[in-house]
């Protein structure tokens, strides 16, 4: 299961410390962006998403918007 794992998170963010959790206990490798001061990625993450708000996950290209497992699973199976 090699899928690209991109995450737009802030280090504040509850949802985001659970998402990044959540992978490590998958063994899942991702890509962590700080949209709080990474301005070219906040702008990345606006435009695949349409929200501000994180912590948005884009896995193979498929994006989901929040810290939601099923989805999360869904799009690893995918």
Known sequence: M???ILLYSTPTCPYCKMAKEYLASKNL???DFDVGKNREAAKEMITKSGQMGVPVL?????????????????ALTS
Do not use: M, S
Not at 58 to 74: N, Q, R, S, T
């Open 2 to 4: 090699d899928k690209k």
């Open 58 to 74: 884009d896995i193979d290209g498929k994006i989901i918007v929040g810290f939601d497992k099923e989805a999360i699973e869904g």
């Open 29 to 31: 490798p991702y890509t």
